[in-house]
């Protein structure tokens, strides 16, 4: 079980106030992405949970429990750290033993459980090594067996992939996916990183000053962001967000289309422009055009097949289904 | 020419360091020649630098009439628990100031540090009385407690900047693991911290061992230790160089063998956190 439920909890330091008075809740088994830019609150938000910071108001309830004032340890919950905050001094079977050596359990069962989880995370060869013998990835999972040995109610992760590099990266995050999928724990997972926060989520929190901004499916705020933050945040390359006369068309302040979201023609279009940088994936071509309706440049994604010069003159069309129209506050409007 | 200007240049460094070593080390050579001199020999002039002739007599007159032994056993007391008992009082210390400081833990820092500039016979008086009423005039107890005190702020300093290089997630995540604060410390802060804490307790040992000030003034004949030895021989019976000389060598023996092995761990102590 691990239902965790944030009732009106704030945080300050002194006078700054990073996490205004924010409620949520993370249903159990649910795997949880907390998303935003850097100082956005989210691993405060996350360190509060985990009872590593004192919350400054509100309450903190774990599978229905009041939890606000009890320390880390009572909690019932694992963390994995960015930094793994394996202990240096500690094989790795002494790393991953240590939860259950502090709950006391007897040997037998301590190294059952161990066992196990290196099995799980193949590290069956790598128990008698110290942390500093090992890469990366193999500190990461001696980070993330050591959190599952202690069968906790929720796994909370504060940016584990973001010391790895970009190859391992995509591994450990399927490896965590496959992870929850066994587990069918709740997992509550802090990144600054939108791919990840889309790939691994059932449930997108993205925050921004320590609010939250939105909250849904990967989808959902893909496909309806409610506010140009959303808008602009999920998703990559971002969302063309434009204002001006054109957006006046709409009814709106701004509006937004993706990059999928627009024809690009050489013949005739709603908008003129000139196509300036080009990126080849292969698969795409993002091409960055520069339209006289507008002073940034909109990006637009092309099939690999297409090619298009520096300086050519072409038209876009956005598909009037999948535009956003957003209000003077930015918000979405239906 | 500039790779022989380099190498030139490390010739002179190399050997003004030498030079300044050897300045610092001629006084304990010195010491250690006299006291195989003669009486006459060591205070000829011009004084005699090797060729004498070599005696063991200082060392016999001096075992003969002081028990070296009973000396040595009380500075290793008073060293030992002195280093011991600060250590144990400075780690929960040294950890809150430097995992949760608060804006007043610099202060108190400086604070603790500042006692150090205090004159220590400006509190003679009173730590005298004190030590009347408690009874524990020339007892070893109150020379631990003293020079604990007295070392206390040194080491919690040098405890403080150890444990300032670890990082504090890691503390977190045992925090995470369920440890309790005797758990985390026990378990986790302090195996991490041993080289740190090895040379607190060395550099602290030295400083205990050599303190003169209040092992002279507070002890008289049951806890005396090796300072107290050396000075019986500096006595107003008259100058007896050799026999002094004798005494000091005996009483920096064992502190000077044990800085020798353990340089490395001195160096890092005294320089960890300066360079990195």
């Not at chain 2, 006291?35 to 011009?46: G, L, Y």
């Amino acid at each position: 079980m691990g239902r965790i439920v944030l009732d009106q909890v704030s945080k300050s330091f002194g006078e700054v106030e990073v996490i205004p008075p924010l409620d949520l809740t993370i249903e159990d088994g649910e795997f949880t992405v907390f998303v935003g830019p850097s100082g956005c609150g989210k691993s405060t938000l996350l360190r509060l949970i985990a009872g590593l910071e004192d919350s400054s108001g509100g309450h903190i309830r774990i599978d229905g429990a009041d939890a606000t004032n009890v320390p880390p340890a009572k909690r019932g919950l694992a963390m994995v750290f960015q930094s793994y905050a394996l202990y240096p001094h500690m094989s790795v079977r002494k790393n991953i033993a240590f939860p259950l050596r502090m709950a006391k359990l007897d040997q037998v069962e301590i190294d059952r459980r161990v066992d196990g989880a290196a099995a799980v995370l193949n590290l069956g060869d790598y128990l008698d090594r110290r942390p500093g013998q090992l890469s990366g990835g193999q500190r990461q999972r001696v980070a993330i067996g050591r959190a599952i040995v202690r069968e906790p109610a929720a796994f909370l992760f504060d940016e584990p992939l973001s010391n790895l590099d970009a190859a391992l990266r995509v591994g450990m995050r399927l490896e965590i996916s496959e992870l929850h999928k066994r587990l069918q724990t709740t997992m509550v997972y802090v990144t600054h990183d939108q791919v990840e926060a889309m790939t691994m989520a059932d449930k997108i929190v993205v925050l921004h000053a320590g609010r939250v901004e939105q909250v849904g499916s990967p989808l959902e705020l893909y496909r309806a962001p409610r506010n140009t933050f959303v808008a602009g945040f999920i998703g990559s390359p971002k969302m063309n967000l434009l204002e001006g006369p054109e957006a006046a068309k709409h009814n709106a302040r701004t509006i937004g289309t993706r990059p999928e979201h627009i024809a690009i023609s050489e013949t005739d279009g709603e908008w003129a422009g000139t196509v300036g940088v080009s990126e080849h994936l292969g698969s795409d071509t993002f091409f960055h055009v520069k339209c006289d309706a507008f002073p940034e440049p909109l990006t637009v994604r092309a099939s690999g097949e297409m090619t298009v010069g520096y300086g050519a003159k072409v038209f876009l069309t956005p598909d009037p289904a999948h535009l956003h129209r957003f209000d003077e506050q930015g918000l979405r409007l239906e | 020419m500039a790779r022989a200007a380099t190498s030139q240049r490390k010739v002179l460094n190399t050997a003004l360091a030498w030079a300044v070593g050897f300045l610092i080390f001629f006084p304990i050579l010195w010491t250690i020649l006299t006291s195989f001199k003669t009486e006459a020999q060591a205070i000829a002039s011009p004084p005699i630098f090797l060729n004498f002739d070599w005696t063991l007599e200082n060392y016999a007159v001096v075992q003969e009439r002081s028990n070296y032994m009973r000396f040595l056993w009380n500075s290793i007391i008073i060293a030992g628990g002195s280093t011991i008992l600060g250590t144990i009082i400075a780690i929960p210390a040294a950890w809150s100031m430097a995992f949760v400081p608060s804006k007043r833990t610099k202060d108190i820092l400086l604070w603790m540090l500042s006692t150090k500039m205090l004159p220590a016979v400006g509190v003679l008086y009173p730590i005298y009385l004190l030590f009347i009423k408690m009874g524990l005039l020339d007892s070893r107890a109150g020379l631990v407690i003293v020079l604990m005190l007295i070392n206390l702020p040194i080491i919690v300093w040098m405890l403080y900047t150890y444990f300032r290089e670890i990082p504090g997630e890691i503390l977190e995540a045992a925090r995470m693991d369920g440890a309790t604060l005797k758990d985390e410390i026990l378990y986790v802060l302090t195996p991490m911290a041993i080289p740190g804490i090895a040379s607190t307790l060395l550099l602290n040992f030295i400083l205990a061992w050599n303190e003169a000030f209040w092992t002279l003034n507070l002890t008289a004949a049951n806890a005396a230790p090796l300072t107290a030895f050396i000075a019986s021989y500096s006595s107003p019976e008259g100058l007896f160089y050799a026999k002094l000389s004798a005494a000091s060598t005996m009483a920096i023996a064992p502190i000077l063998i044990l800085g020798w092995f353990s340089q490395k761990q001195l160096v890092r102590g005294l320089t960890f956190g300066a360079v990195k």
